[in-house]
């Protein structure tokens, strides 16, 4: 399963995608960068993810 439907299924919101430069992977949460894959250094996990988000929006 794609990241995108891991978020959607696990916190119910809609998520959306933007094309950006080959290999790169940002998350933006209400406009704030939570996680860049160049600045990481690696891919992020959905745990990963979902840990960010939580932290970043605690009602979710």
Known sequence: ???KNDIERDL???I???AGSPG???VILNGEQIFSK???GHSP???EILKL????A???
């Open 45 to 47: 996990t959905t745990a």
């Open 38 to 40: 160049k600045q990481a």
């Open 12 to 14: 119910g919101i809609p």
């Open 16 to 18: 959306r995608l933007r």
């Open 24 to 26: 790169s992977l940002n």
């Open 53 to 56: 988000i939580r932290e970043k």
């Open 1 to 3: 399963m794609s990241l």
């Open 58 to 60: 605690p009602k979710m």
